[in-house]
Every structure is written in C-alpha cells, then in structure tokens.
C-alpha cells in the first residue's frame, strides 16, 4: 500500500513524509472511521496543526476518504481503492459515531444494477457508490 500512497501524493507534488505515513498507518489498523482527535491521541509526536494539514493533504491525493457525520466532526478513512474493502456506513443520529458494515452480496448486485440503470436515463457516469443508513446505534438506544 505504500508505495501506492506515495505515488498518489506524487501525482499532487506532495511527499510522503514521516508524519503522513504515521497517519496511514494508524487509519490502517482501524476498524472504523477516526476522527482528526482520534488520530492525533493515536500519533501524539505529530502536532494537532500538522495532523490537520496532512489530512487535507491526503484526502486531496485520493488517499484518504473524509466522512461527514451527524454531529461536527468529520471522520477519516482510507480510500478504498488503497484498501480493496468496499464497505458502508452506520451513522448514529445521537452520538455521531460511525461504523462499517459490508452489505450482502445480492444487495450490491442490486445496488450495481441501479446504478447502471440511472446511468442510462440520466447520462451520468458513477465511479462508485456508498450508502450511509443513519440513525441510532446501539449504545444509545440502549
């Protein structure tokens, strides 16, 4: 993955410092969308100013996927054509929190069919899709 990331942040004139690839490591390891503060706790040698500037930086590279949920705090992800995971979003009303989910693969197919269908009608082009199913997650309804 690596030397993909680098690559990417070639193709904007950006390198690949010390600092980002701190960033893509923790991203890697994580089970769900992080916050700017959950990632800066994650890489405390990394100020919070710099966090902020290489996460702008990554997302601009296509490296980094940057997530609006329900509340004020965006969420970062890799991108997943670094990862090969395509995944959705539970995004919780309440608390903000988002989690991954992989749909069903009848589901996509469907999904994929749709988009093929839209594409003929209305001459756009999807390169992709996600779904984000809002509402309230468990440890708030609970």
Do not use: W
């Not at 969420?75 to 608390?95: F, K, Q």
Request: proline share 4%.
């Amino acid at each position: 993955m690596h030397p993909d990331v680098a690559g990417r942040l070639r193709s904007i004139d950006q390198r690949y410092t010390r600092g980002r690839r701190q960033l893509v490591a923790v991203l890697a390891q994580a089970a769900r969308p992080l916050t700017a503060a959950e990632l800066v706790t994650a890489c405390p040698d990394l100020p919070q100013s710099t966090a902020y500037r290489n996460l702008a930086i990554l997302t601009q590279a296509g490296v980094v996927h940057r997530l609006a949920g329900t509340d004020d705090f965006a969420r970062y992800e890799l991108a997943e054509a670094l990862t090969g995971r395509h995944h959705h979003h539970l995004v919780c009303r309440r608390c903000g929190a988002v989690e991954d989910f992989s749909a069903p693969p009848g589901l996509e197919a469907d999904v994929r069919s749709l988009i093929g269908k839209v594409g003929v009608e209305s001459g756009f082009q999807a390169d992709t899709h996600r779904l984000d199913l809002v509402g309230t997650c468990a440890a708030c309804a609970g």
